[in-house]
């Protein structure tokens, strides 16, 4: 796992000067604090710099920016390939001379024979950057399921492109001014959707994407990679399923991902949450390592509901893990600085909060560790999908004195409530698929215009909320209910918060995070199914369940979904209640110029006079208003604020 960078200066317009590449090196070194690399092309047209993290081939031999053998080719690479020695002895067999043991060596050789198509044989997560001097030309790709970042500028006379905006920050001729059109969309969501970004001419690589940059500034950018699910035709059409073979399948290909990605030449651990996922693949690491595996969990002070440690603890004693558990306490919020710098610019989801915390107590004892990221988006985990296919089967007219008995009942203090989801669900039920799931999802939907300072509001262009689908509509227009869904799902949710959560929060604290379910062969295998083998009534993961049934403690594969999240209802009324307020209700606080000061106020208010639980629309405002405060010292070039640093 590193940190990756560089630029390109585009036809005759310059020199890339070796100190601007140093300094956004310097501002990943988080990602990669175990060594550095930089290369310089003689005539100065290019620079790449490199960060690294040990994990496999510890050695010199293995650093980065690495060439092939003539030097024509040079890599910078973060993430992992999983199939690197099949394709290692494969190239060997063709005469390739490699220097080195690790995955990164592979990527240079296939490029010799393949060109950019040689992206679309790595196997594994990874975000890289090819410099080809002899034919000028710049290559950068990602992998399939977005899991490593990889960030661009694109001016007339350039191309840089970085592992985080923050490295941007740290070259004096990149401007990164704020993108006023990103902001509605961020109090969307929660997050700007792929590919844009907080910053004006910042953009994000798309997942499973190749991109060539050619030396005269032409720019080509085209998939290699995409997930399909069966149409609904084609789901109606086919005869019944071998339960026994697909059950067989299925512990084999998640056997395999879970193996394949403990290869690694430093100590392994995994996150346990005590869900079905996490417990599966600690199950695997179980059975796969000679020594006990070593799990980490988390817990929360302030609310019962939102603690899971009790199940992992079940999971820990069931294979004998060498267990270690970590509670938070509304004090966590201290962190709110240090998770806006390193997403960037703010970030609505509020488990980044224990996320970083058990990230950074587990770097202390491991440096790789297993999460069970992705289950919920094959398997269709969630509740919100059994929600969105149940909302098709009722009755129009049902639905709507149901919504409008229930609107009239006060809602209750958290959002976790039965009554909270009942309202959220009818409030939502006749919409159109598409802007019932995002309303759903949103933090801001039908009061967004509201949440808007209007002079600000009239200077946008207009809001379209299901934007973030356009993209995906065509190839969604044939799937069912639920495969629409799950593939909206994969390429923007997963994709835009889970995935980033987890990459920042990790790296953050130069940790890797390994996702087994999203395995490449898994995925594809597990898209083709058909829907009631994912999802039958209210049972999520059907057939995953009914795969692991001897390995799941009978306590964890019984029990609902809780999700991952952080009790802010409570925290909000409680112990940070002035910390809120401080930021929120303060007179010169910076959101004014883009949100309504009086809209903020009744959130505040209604929050903490236990009308509504507004944690989550809160935690969003909060950390929009304090980037806005700290983008003053980014801007001004410092590499680490003071104090991130620890």
Same mark, same amino acid.
């Given at each position: 796992?590193?940190?990756?960078?560089?630029?390109?200066?585009?036809?005759?317009?310059?020199?890339?000067?070796?100190?601007?590449?140093?300094?956004?090196?310097?501002?990943?070194?988080?990602?990669?604090?175990?060594?550095?690399?930089?290369?310089?092309?003689?005539?100065?047209?290019?620079?790449?710099?490199?960060?690294?993290?040990?994990?496999?081939? &510890?050695?010199?031999?293995?650093?980065?920016?690495?060439?092939?053998?003539?030097?024509?080719?040079?890599?910078?690479?973060?993430?992992?390939?999983?199939?690197?020695?099949?394709?290692?002895?494969?190239?060997?067999?063709?005469?390739?001379? /490699?220097?080195?043991?690790?995955?990164?060596?592979?990527?240079?050789?296939?490029?010799?024979?393949?060109?950019?198509?040689?992206?679309?044989?790595?196997?594994?997560?990874?975000?890289?950057?090819?410099?080809?001097?002899?034919?000028?030309? &710049?290559?950068?790709?990602?992998?399939?399921?977005?899991?490593?970042?990889?960030?661009?500028?694109?001016?007339?006379?350039?191309?840089?492109?970085?592992?985080?905006?923050?490295?941007? /920050?740290?070259?004096?001729?990149?401007?990164?001014?704020?993108?006023?059109?990103? @902001?509605?969309?961020?109090?969307?969501?929660?997050?700007?959707?792929?590919?844009?970004?907080?910053?004006?001419?910042?953009?994000?690589?798309?997942?499973?994407?190749?991109?060539?940059?050619?030396?005269?500034?032409?720019?080509?950018?085209?998939?290699?990679?995409?997930?399909?699910?069966?149409?609904?035709?084609? &789901?109606?059409?086919?005869?019944?399923?071998?339960?026994?073979?697909?059950?067989?399948?299925?512990?084999?290909?998640?056997?395999?991902?879970?193996?394949?990605?403990?290869?690694?030449?430093? #100590?392994?651990?995994?996150?346990?949450?005590?869900?079905?996922?996490?417990?599966?693949?600690?199950?695997?690491?179980?059975?796969?390592?000679?020594?006990?595996?070593?799990?980490?969990?988390?817990?929360?002070?302030?609310?019962?509901?939102?603690?899971?440690?009790?199940?992992?603890?079940?999971?820990?004693?069931?294979?004998?893990?060498?267990?270690?558990?970590?509670?938070?306490?509304?004090?966590?919020?201290?962190?709110?600085?240090?998770?806006?710098?390193?997403?960037?610019?703010?970030?609505?989801?509020?488990?980044?909060?224990?996320?970083?915390?058990?990230?950074?107590?587990?770097?202390?004892?491991?440096? @790789?560790?297993?999460?069970?990221?992705?289950?919920?988006?094959?398997?269709? +985990?969630?509740?919100?999908?059994?929600?969105?296919?149940?909302?098709?089967?009722?009755?129009?007219?049902?639905?709507?004195?149901?919504?409008?008995?229930?609107?009239?009942?006060?809602?209750?203090?958290?959002?976790?409530?039965?009554?909270?989801?009942?309202?959220?669900?009818?409030?939502?039920?006749?919409?159109?698929?598409?802007?019932?799931?995002?309303?759903?999802?949103?933090?801001?939907?039908?009061?967004?215009?509201?949440?808007?300072?209007?002079?600000?509001?009239?200077?946008?262009? #207009?809001?379209?909320?299901?934007?973030?689908?356009?993209?995906?509509?065509?190839?969604?227009?044939?799937?069912?209910?639920?495969?629409?869904?799950?593939?909206?799902?994969?390429?923007?949710?997963?994709?835009?918060?889970?995935?980033?959560?987890?990459?920042?929060?990790?790296?953050?604290?130069?940790?890797?995070?390994?996702?087994?379910?999203?395995?490449?062969?898994?995925?594809?295998?597990?898209?083709?199914?058909?829907?009631?083998?994912?999802?039958?009534?209210?049972?999520?993961?059907?057939?995953?369940?009914?795969?692991?049934?001897?390995?799941?403690?009978?306590?964890?594969?019984?029990?609902?979904?809780?999700?991952?999240?952080?009790?802010?209802?409570?925290?909000?009324?409680?112990?940070?209640?002035?910390?809120? +307020?401080?930021?929120?209700?303060?007179?010169?606080?910076?959101?004014?110029?883009?949100?309504?000061?009086?809209?903020?106020?009744?959130?505040?208010?209604?929050?903490?006079?236990?009308?509504?639980?507004? +944690?989550?629309?809160?935690?969003?405002?909060?950390?929009?208003?304090?980037?806005?405060?700290?983008? !003053?010292?980014?801007?001004?070039?410092?590499?680490? !604020? @003071?104090?991130?640093?620890?």
């Amino acid at each position: 796992m590193c940190g990756i960078c560089g630029e390109v200066r585009l036809g005759n317009t310059g020199s890339v000067k070796p100190d601007d590449i140093l300094a956004m090196r310097e501002a990943l070194i988080h990602r990669g604090p175990d060594d550095a690399g930089l290369f310089m092309s003689a005539d100065r047209s290019v620079g790449l710099g490199f960060r690294r993290l040990r994990i496999v081939d &510890l050695s010199a031999n293995a650093n980065q920016p690495l060439p092939n053998e003539d030097g024509e080719v040079r890599v910078v690479f973060n993430g992992e390939i999983y199939n690197f020695k099949e394709l290692r002895q494969q190239l060997e067999d063709r005469g390739h001379r /490699f220097r080195s043991h690790s995955d990164t060596e592979v990527i240079v050789h296939l490029y010799e024979e393949k060109g950019a198509d040689c992206v679309s044989l790595l196997d594994g997560m990874f975000a890289l950057a090819i410099w080809d001097q002899r034919n000028r030309r &710049l290559t950068l790709a990602r992998d399939r399921a977005g899991k490593k970042p990889l960030f661009y500028y694109h001016a007339r006379d350039r191309v840089a492109f970085a592992s985080e905006i923050k490295a941007f /920050f740290g070259h004096p001729d990149i401007p990164t001014e704020v993108d006023p059109s990103a @902001v509605p969309y961020y109090f969307i969501h929660g997050y700007v959707p792929c590919p844009n970004t907080f910053y004006h001419q910042i953009k994000q690589v798309e997942p499973a994407t190749v991109m060539t940059v050619e030396h005269d500034g032409t720019i080509e950018s085209r998939p290699y990679w995409s997930l399909r699910y069966p149409s609904h035709a084609e &789901l109606a059409s086919a005869g019944p399923v071998d339960r026994r073979q697909v059950v067989g399948r299925l512990r084999q290909l998640m056997t395999q991902a879970v193996e394949r990605r403990l290869i690694s030449d430093v #100590p392994i651990g995994a996150f346990l949450s005590g869900g079905i996922d996490s417990t599966i693949v600690v199950g695997l690491m179980s059975r796969a390592m000679p020594e006990p595996v070593k799990t980490f969990s988390i817990g929360f002070e302030g609310d019962v509901a939102y603690d899971e440690t009790a199940y992992a603890r079940i999971a820990a004693e069931r294979f004998g893990t060498q267990h270690t558990e970590f509670v938070v306490e509304p004090s966590a919020v201290d962190l709110i600085d240090k998770l806006i710098w390193h997403h960037d610019g703010p970030f609505g989801d509020s488990s980044a909060v224990p996320t970083c915390i058990v990230s950074r107590l587990t770097s202390q004892q491991v440096t @790789v560790v297993l999460n069970g990221d992705g289950g919920d988006e094959l398997f269709a +985990g969630y509740v919100r999908f059994y929600a969105g296919v149940l909302a098709e089967r009722i009755p129009r007219s049902v639905a709507r004195l149901l919504n409008a008995g229930l609107s009239r009942v006060p809602s209750p203090e958290s959002s976790r409530h039965r009554l909270a989801r009942a309202q959220r669900f009818f409030g939502a039920v006749n919409l159109p698929l598409y802007e019932r799931m995002t309303r759903w999802s949103s933090l801001f939907f039908d009061d967004l215009e509201d949440l808007l300072n209007p002079e600000f509001g009239s200077s946008l262009p #207009p809001i379209d909320r299901l934007r973030y689908l356009e993209r995906e509509i065509d190839r969604m227009t044939d799937l069912s209910t639920l495969g629409r869904i799950l593939h909206a799902n994969f390429r923007t949710y997963l994709l835009d918060d889970l995935l980033v959560k987890m990459d920042r929060c990790a790296m953050a604290n130069s940790l890797e995070a390994r996702s087994p379910f999203l395995d490449r062969a898994l995925i594809e295998y597990v898209a083709t199914l058909p829907d009631h083998l994912k999802l039958r009534g209210r049972k999520t993961k059907v057939i995953l369940r009914e795969a692991f049934a001897d390995l799941l403690p009978a306590e964890i594969a019984n029990r609902g979904k809780m999700g991952f999240g952080v009790p802010l209802g409570a925290w909000f009324r409680g112990e940070l209640r002035d910390f809120v +307020g401080d930021l929120l209700l303060a007179g010169d606080a910076r959101f004014r110029t883009y949100l309504s000061p009086t809209y903020v106020e009744s959130l505040v208010r209604r929050h903490q006079a236990g009308r509504a639980d507004l +944690g989550h629309q809160l935690w969003s405002l909060l950390c929009f208003e304090q980037w806005l405060r700290l983008l !003053p010292e980014w801007a001004s070039r410092t590499t680490v !604020p @003071v104090g991130l640093s620890d």
